[in-house]
């Protein structure tokens, strides 16, 4: 039993596909573990207590606020950050949708949201009718009134909507190549 | 324009052809690769900086010991009124905030110390350890009674008092065939940005400091802060960059004082970033109004006679307060009507109750709120259609504004009021029994551009070339989501005829060129107007460039994309341009006044006027009192469109924000405590509670105008709350006049109508 | 009576929080008597609180969704067996609460939002009186302890998570409630992820009516008000008014507009499960 004693002991998981291992005490939240080294800035602190998305990450495939996930919890965990998903099919999917609508404005929260989207469409494809609003209802955006996601959602995201599923969707107003 | 100039109306559709490409700020800041100021963690031996806040919201500060916190593992300053270098004050009207309290605390959230540590948590344990002795005092929690209370500064809790007359109303009112007195009260909605205020200080190596925060003028901050950092004006840059909202919640400094003493401390760069807890109780509020209107009209509804006495709470400082106070009243004369005689009145009150500033409506939603109730109150008693009585009193475009200033309308407001009447949301909407009621309301709204009231109010610009070859343009005005880059970027993509890769926008920038403030949506109209100035002078020196380097003669040369084309045929590439040419000579700038009246020597009020007619159609549930907005249809007059993604997206966000002021939002104060410190507390609008939601454009400008575009940041705040109060009257007979819309209130009065039917 | 029992301070960093690991439930049990340990689950009703104090228990003692019985959902003669630790997520998407309680999806739809869902455990919500407090005590959950001495089985209705000392809730019993009319209802303050001002349940097993609550008054089986229902014919609408009116303040639910709300929300669940008044 004497580890248990130990505040501080090294954790091992899998973050954007690389297994990785921090040594912090073992009540330490992801999102400190995530942004304090600067690598995953995108996981953001918009309240800490789970309530606002700004914060999600995809552990084992399912957006969670990465707020309430303490270090002790991420032993064997799959973490993705929308830093790791640039080849996802359904991240593009979901960026492709929020671009059509200009579904952001300051874009603090937008990961969240593209995560919990992503969430959502993985869900999906394993067969249950995940409802995309719903998926997006912990989420809190100060700047839109969620009028450019509720487009986004159900002009593209629906799972009739006519854009495939590949994310390899063309659109007249796709850019070309990497932007910037 | 002419009063007989309907204008067009377009409805809004994010899928409108723009003819543009999106921005690839879209694709960054949907990939987490715009880096926020609270991101920047990779900034070279940053430290981590907090502040240490009153517990007291009002007492006088004893004794503040650092002495043990110095002490504690990884400390490296600690720092209080003592180390301010200069000016121990700020504030944009009145510089009566402290950055450090001396003897004295004036609100809950008042600073008192900060450290900067390696680690946040050691800053965090050192500030535990700083002790502080208070001798609390008595408090100041009431407004309306506050001038009466012991002063919480030299001169008394009266900040300032301000009283617009026309004509003489109590001989009006005597002529009124009805007369309606109300009292309404409007919450200290919060901006609950989701970037909470932060950002970083770095020592340069000119003994200066360079800021890269979150903030609304890069200028303005960095004059204050070389006053207070006692530095020379050059020798401090602030970089406003792109932030995760605002909403007039950063205008004024928030950690940058702080922030800039402990990296001249340190001589190491210092991150302050407020928790959510923390930006609640220290950060700015909306001002809560508690008002008395009293409204006469004749019998056949011409209104003739208003009187208007306010109270606005400012908190424990100016900040913004009394510009607020001023556009209050403003539109407490009711801008868009006739009316023969007005008192409109207001004071404004220091209180311990935290601090209230800017915030999107500025004042004048406060007032709309209570005009337009005011309307339909009257309406009731002559029984009247409420959109009668509006069209009985509303302005001509010919017509001089409500303070006899000359206005400038991009539509005549019957036409709006029209195109509301016509809405489709008047229409019974289908099944709607059982546990639900539901009604529909509308109100309408004016809202000017610009400071207003002659304060001095320029803007300028810079256009230039790059290296790489792209054509930059600059200017001061912060990003903090409102779309002004894609805005500027779609401006000069129609006049050069190139694409939005061509174009980079560089914003916020205090070396930068000056704009002024990013506020009172004067942004749109600047940029518009210093582009229109710069961009010709702009083509005509690259067109005098490229005929040296080509030997075509400039006149034969023509601009497009991606660069210079003579005959349809591109001859220079921008690239080519920038490396060959003398970068030097294709640079403009320009800057102007912001547009006031011609031929008025003192103007007052505002000269470019906005209009927005909000149509709400809410389902109340008869059993609880709570109220769901199911619909809201805006009709817009605010000139041309720009980029409409970026107004639809405007006028959709300051609804919501509106919606959650009338439905949920408060932050109500109790013995100075504000009483929620979080986002499960504070409660905004998730997705499910935004409704479905219908903008229209009407546009009469002439394609000559001078001044047709205007900015919309502000607009679709404007008429929401009382429309969505008119909805919720015309569903149950209720009228609610205390925001936010209490469900207990309205079921008790629901309960008490059923019981007397 | 828990002389045993070393209350550790509470420290003020997460630093300074340590976590313990127990193998099996009863160690857990002794592990949180000997250290005054926390059992923390899915912690998304926890971590808010220690936040807003800044200030967390010295010790935290894990419970592992892998011990038999703690997570998922079973069927048997009694009914339906719910782990403790099952997620809320699993609990809304699992066939066998489609089957048997269709409505519990669209009231967990408004319970926190999905990320939270995804932490947050069955038996977490029903020790801060969450949503979930008031259908259960509905249905007369049973729970199944795990304590310092032998396992237990406990009506929801009596127990009181503030006096359940170091028991760990293993898992809850909801009798087979498929030919049972089924209706509950949420007051929050906006449309999703708002704390409960009111959720009230109503079930109707056939023969009998039982009505429940939780939110600001706390959790807890209308029983006065139901027998009221139940037997009282000769009482008049008013008096039943009255009587819940009562009952509802007597048990801490002090804002009289609510206890309307609450009042006109049982109307119509009454309705809804049929109950004719």
């Known amino acids: 039993m004497n580890d248990l004693y130990r505040a501080s002991e090294p954790v091992t998981f899998e973050l954007n596909g690389e297994t990785v291992t921090r040594s912090v005490p073992a009540a330490t939240p992801l999102l400190d573990l995530l942004r304090e080294d600067g690598q995953c800035t995108s996981v953001r602190p918009g309240c800490r207590i789970g309530r606002c998305g700004a914060c999600n990450v995809l552990m084992d495939g399912q957006a969670m606020p990465a707020c309430l996930i303490m270090a002790w919890q991420l032993p064997g965990r799959r973490i993705e950050t929308v830093e790791g998903l640039g080849g996802d099919p359904d991240f593009l999917r979901v960026r492709q949708a929020l671009v059509e609508e200009s579904a952001l404005q300051c874009g603090y929260c937008t990961p969240g949201f593209a995560l919990s989207l992503v969430s959502g469409l993985r869900e999906r494809r394993q067969g249950n009718p995940v409802d995309l609003g719903e998926a997006i209802a912990g989420n809190l955006c100060r700047c839109t009134g969620y009028g450019g996601l509720k487009r986004a959602v159900e002009k593209h995201l629906s799972p009739c909507s006519s854009t495939s599923s590949d994310g390899g969707t063309v659109s007249k107003k796709q850019i070309s190549g990497e932007p910037e | ?757 | 009576m828990q002389s045993d029992v070393t209350v550790q301070p509470e420290v003020a960093g997460r630093g300074g929080v340590r976590v313990l690991r127990p193998e099996f439930p009863r160690e857990a049990v002794a592990m949180a008597r000997r250290f005054g340990g926390t059992y923390i689950a899915g912690a998304s009703w926890l971590q808010p609180v220690w936040e807003r104090r800044q200030s967390r228990p010295s010790y935290l003692v894990a419970l592992d969704p892998g011990w038999p019985g703690f997570r998922g959902i079973e069927q048997d003669e009694g009914g339906l067996t719910i782990g403790a630790l099952t997620t809320l997520d699993e609990l809304a998407s699992h066939p066998l609460v489609h089957e048997h309680l269709p409505g519990l999806g669209t009231l967990l739809d408004q319970v926190a939002g999905p990320g939270v869902r995804r932490l947050g455990t069955v038996g977490g919500n029903l020790c801060a009186g969450g949503d979930l407090s008031a259908l259960f005590l509905a249905l007369d959950a049973r729970l199944h302890l795990v304590g310092h001495h032998d396992p237990k089985g406990e009506s929801l209705v009596v127990w009181d998570a503030a006096d359940a000392g170091f028991d760990l809730i293993q898992s809850v019993t909801l009798p087979d409630a498929s030919p049972w009319r089924i209706a509950v209802d949420k007051l929050g303050h906006r449309e999703r992820f708002s704390p409960t001002r009111a959720t009230v349940a109503s079930v109707h097993d056939g023969d009998r009516l039982r009505l429940a609550v939780s939110g600001e008054g706390g959790p807890g089986r209308l029983s006065i008000s139901e027998a009221a229902l139940n037997d009282g014919h000769s009482l008049s609408g008013a008096d039943r008014i009255h009587i819940l009116d009562t009952e509802l303040e007597f048990r801490g639910w002090r804002d009289p507009t609510l206890r309307l709300a609450i009042q006109r929300m049982v109307d119509y669940l009454l309705a809804e499960v049929g109950h004719v008044l």
């Not at chain 2, 949301?425 to 109100?443: D, F, I, Q, V, Y």
């Not at chain 2, 694409?499 to 070396?511: F, I, K, N, Y």
């Not at chain 2, 030097?584 to 006031?596: H, I, K």
Request: proline letters at 6%; glycine letters at 10%; aromatic letters at 6%.
């Open chain 2, 1 to 757: 324009m002419s009063s007989d100039t309907p204008g067009r109306i377009v409805t809004l559709d994010a899928d409108a052809p723009d003819g543009g490409c999106p921005s690839p700020e879209l694709y960054r800041r949907i990939e987490g690769r715009l880096g926020y100021p609270t991101d920047l963690f990779d900034t070279p031996g940053l430290l981590q900086g907090a502040i240490l806040r009153s517990e007291h919201a009002h007492a006088r500060l004893l004794r503040v010991d650092t002495s043990r916190a110095r002490t504690m593992p990884g400390v490296r300053a600690v720092v209080t009124a003592d180390d301010v270098p200069g000016l121990n004050r700020f504030g944009i009207v009145v510089r009566d905030q402290p950055v450090f309290c001396e003897d004295r605390v004036r609100y809950e959230g008042d600073a008192i110390a900060a450290v900067a540590a390696d680690t946040l948590a050691q800053a965090r344990a050192a500030l535990a350890a700083i002790e502080v002795d208070y001798e609390p005092l008595s408090l100041v929690t009431d407004a309306t009674t506050a001038e009466q209370q012991v002063p919480l500064h030299e001169g008394g809790n009266l900040l300032t008092q301000e009283t617009f007359h026309r004509g003489d109303p109590e001989q009006a009112f005597a002529a009124c065939a009805v007369v309606v007195e109300h009292d309404y009260r409007t919450p200290r909605q919060m901006h609950a940005f989701m970037e909470t205020e932060g950002g970083i200080a770095i020592p340069d190596d000119a003994v200066g400091v360079h800021f890269r925060v979150g903030c609304q003028s890069g200028h303005r901050d960095a004059e204050q802060l070389a006053d207070i950092l006692a530095l020379a004006p050059g020798q401090v840059t602030v970089e406003a960059m792109a932030t995760g909202g605002a909403f007039g919640g950063k205008d004024e400094l928030t950690v940058q004082p702080a922030a800039g003493i402990l990296a001249l401390k340190t001589g190491c760069p210092v991150m302050i970033h407020l928790d959510r807890f923390e930006s609640c109780r220290a950060g700015m509020k909306r001002h809560p109004v508690t008002v008395r209107m009293t409204t006469g009209c004749d019998a056949d509804g011409r209104l003739l006679a208003h009187r208007v006495e306010a109270v606005l709470d400012t908190g424990a400082y100016a900040s913004l307060g009394p510009a607020v106070l001023e556009n209050f009243l403003d539109h407490a004369t009711a801008p868009l009507y006739r009316i023969g005689a007005y008192s409109v009145s207001g004071r404004l009150v220091y209180t311990n109750n935290g601090v209230c500033g800017a915030f999107r409506g500025f004042g004048g939603n406060q007032a709309t709120f209570a005009v337009e109730s005011q309307l339909d109150a009257l309406a009731r008693e002559l029984n009247l259609c409420p959109r009668e009585l509006r069209r009985i009193n509303l302005r001509s475009v010919d017509e001089p504004g409500s303070r006899h200033q000359p206005v400038r309308w991009t539509a005549p407001p019957v036409e709006v009021l029209r195109q509301a009447q016509a809405s489709p949301l008047w229409s019974p909407e289908k099944g709607s029994r059982g546990r639900w009621l539901t009604g529909t309301g509308m109100a309408m709204g004016a809202q000017g551009n610009g400071l207003g009231d002659g304060l001095p109010d320029a803007g300028g610009g810079r256009i230039s070339l790059s290296r790489e070859g792209r054509v930059r343009v600059e200017f001061g005005f912060s990003d903090y989501g409102q779309s002004i880059g894609e805005a500027i970027t779609h401006s000069v993509c129609e006049v050069l005829g190139c694409q939005g890769s061509d174009v980079e926008v560089m914003l916020g920038h205090s070396r930068g060129p000056d704009s002024g403030p990013t506020s009172a949506s004067r942004s749109s109209v600047l940029v518009h107007g210093v582009l229109n100035r710069m961009l010709p002078q702009w083509m005509e020196a690259v067109r005098r460039q490229a005929a040296e380097l080509t030997g075509y003669p400039g006149d034969d040369l023509a601009h497009g994309p991606g660069g210079v084309f003579h005959q349809g045929r591109q001859v220079l590439s921008y690239r080519e341009l920038a490396e060959h040419g003398r970068r030097e000579a294709m640079v403009a700038d320009a800057s102007q006044d912001f547009p006031v009246a011609p031929d008025q020597d003192h103007p007052v009020g505002r000269y470019l006027q906005l209009q927005i007619a909000t149509v709400a159609r809410v389902r109340v549930d008869r059993l609880t009192g709570r109220v769901r907005v199911t619909d809201l249809h805006h009709i817009t007059a605010a000139g041309r469109v720009i980029y409409p993604p970026g107004y639809l997206g405007q006028i959709e966000g300051a609804a919501v924000m509106g919606l959650g002021m009338t439905l949920t939002e408060d932050m109500p104060a109790e013995d100075g405590r504000l009483r929620r410190d979080n986002l499960d507390q504070y409660l905004i609008p998730t997705f499910h509670d935004a409704p479905a939601q219908r903008v229209d454009v009407l546009d009469g400008t002439p394609e000559n105008d001078p001044f047709p575009v205007r900015g919309v940041g502000e607009l679709g705040i404007e008429a929401v709350a009382p429309a969505i109060t008119a909805a919720i009257e015309a569903a149950t007979g209720v009228r609610i006049r205390t925001l936010p819309v209490e469900p207990g209130v309205l079921l008790t009065a629901i309960h008490a109508r059923e019981v007397v039917s």
